[in-house]
């Protein structure tokens, strides 16, 4: 089992260009998520989706775009990177939101934006 | 505001015991996540706590006061591969994590 997997594993971007970031689960969870993490600061959350064909803003969304055409996968994009994006990004899953349901997380994407 | 408080780093000597402490102010509360992450890694689950007491799982132990907006995190036995960052969540009222910086364990031999 897999688990969650994430493209690309790092990626160098200029300003202005368009990006995204692909992640895939094979747990059949209901509930996905993105995050950043930067230096000396918690993960935050950008996007999140409880169910196939919903999403919603988490503390972060400006700048970032989400979609969730099926359960397994959550593509987070970029419409035009600017360097404050640059940062760790991190796609997990839990089986539903609430309650004691652990997220997992894939291994991350290194995006840095000159 | 919603806010986790969490030292940023600790030092502890192999074969110690080490307490990570960790205080909580959410909209609500669903309960508190612990995760580890190695170094250039993702970040990996340890444990949940909801209810006020102490969870113990193998050399690891979580404790919780919910009136005190408090937790920690007990690694006993350490050993150099405990050497990370642990991360201290809190669930708030919809159910989302509010995380901390990370609390950065260096083990000495």
């Known amino acids: 089992i897999a688990g969650i997997t994430q493209a690309p594993t790092s990626q160098i971007l200029a300003a202005g260009r368009r990006m995204t970031l692909r992640c895939t689960q094979d747990?059949?969870?209901?509930?996905m998520y993105w995050y950043r993490q930067d230096l000396g600061l918690g993960l935050r959350l950008i996007h999140y989706s409880n169910t196939a064909g919903t999403t919603g803003k988490g503390e972060v969304p400006d700048g970032y775009s989400v979609s969730r055409a099926n359960t397994d996968d959550f593509p987070l994009t970029l419409a035009s990177a600017v360097p404050s994006q640059t940062s760790v990004y991190f796609c997990?899953?839990?089986?539903?939101?609430?309650?004691?349901?652990?997220?997992?997380f894939g291994p991350g994407t290194r995006l840095t934006v000159l | 505001g919603q806010n986790i408080d969490q030292p940023t780093e600790m030092t502890a000597t192999e074969g110690a015991i080490v307490q990570i402490n960790c205080t909580y102010q959410?909209?609500?509360?669903?309960?508190l996540f612990w995760y580890q992450q190695h170094a250039g890694e993702a970040p990996t689950f340890l444990s949940y706590?909801?209810l006020d007491g102490l969870e113990e799982k193998g050399r690891f132990s979580s404790f919780l006061s919910r009136s005190k907006g408090y937790s920690y995190l007990l690694l006993k036995e350490l050993q150099m591969k405990d050497s990370a960052s642990y991360l201290c969540?809190?669930?708030?009222?919809?159910?989302?994590?509010?995380w901390g910086a990370g609390t950065k364990l260096i083990i000495k031999p």
């Open positions: 969540a809190a669930a708030d009222s919809n159910y989302q994590l509010i």
């Open positions: 959410t909209s609500g509360f669903n309960g």
């Open positions: 747990m059949r969870h209901n509930a």
């Open positions: 997990a899953s839990s089986d539903s939101v609430g309650g004691t349901d652990t997220q997992y």
């Open positions: 706590n909801v």
